[in-house]
Structure formats: C-alpha cells, structure tokens
C-alpha cells in the first residue's frame, strides 16, 4: 500500500502570478441591529494572506464567506455588503 501524504502546502508554496486565487475566510463577524460591525478581526485576521496572493501578482483573488445560517433564501440581516465596505477601507483597493 503507498504512503500518504498528509503534509499541507502553503499559500506560500504556490506560484500565483497571473492566477485567479478563490479563498476561503472565516468573515462570520458580529454586527448590532443596525448592521454595523461590532469587531473586525476576523477581517484583518485575513488581510496578511489576501494580502500576500495580492502582492505575487494573482490576477484576482475571491473570497468566500457567509454570515449567520442562510435558510435557503437571501436575507438582508445576512448581507456581507457590510464587510466587504471594512474590506474595502482596510485593505485601501476596491473590493
């Protein structure tokens, strides 16, 4: 039987210029009842690694995240507009 290889790769091991790199992050932050942000650092938790795909050249990097636990049907309490507005401003590009 052959061995497995259970050792993960890195960010840091890919090439990723001209790439389009699809992340996952954890973005379930909490907001008040007027949809405000009440802690970011799940957000600037991830900046570093969205961060880094940005500066090896990725052509793009997607994010993919959730808020709460969608019931099949959009709803607005669960928008990451919100998030990706303190993206935006944190990382100081478009998002």
Same mark, same amino acid.
């Given at each position: ?12 091991? %890919?090439?990723?210029?001209? =790439?389009? #790199? /699809? ?6 932050? $909490? ?22 795909? %940005?500066?090896?050249?990725? =052509?793009? #990097? /997607? ?6 636990? $969608? ?25």
């Amino acid at each position: 039987m052959a061995a497995m290889n259970l050792a993960k790769k890195s960010i840091e091991d %890919l090439e990723l210029t001209g =790439k389009r #790199v /699809v992340m996952r992050v954890d973005f379930n932050v $909490p907001m008040d009842k007027a949809g405000n942000i009440t802690n970011n650092q799940r957000i600037v938790g991830a900046l570093p690694t969205i961060q880094y795909a %940005l500066d090896k050249g990725a =052509k793009s #990097v /997607v994010l993919m995240s959730h808020l709460g636990r $969608p019931d099949g049907r959009p709803k607005a309490k669960d928008s990451l507009k919100p998030v990706a507005t303190r993206l935006q401003e944190l990382l100081c590009k478009p998002v």
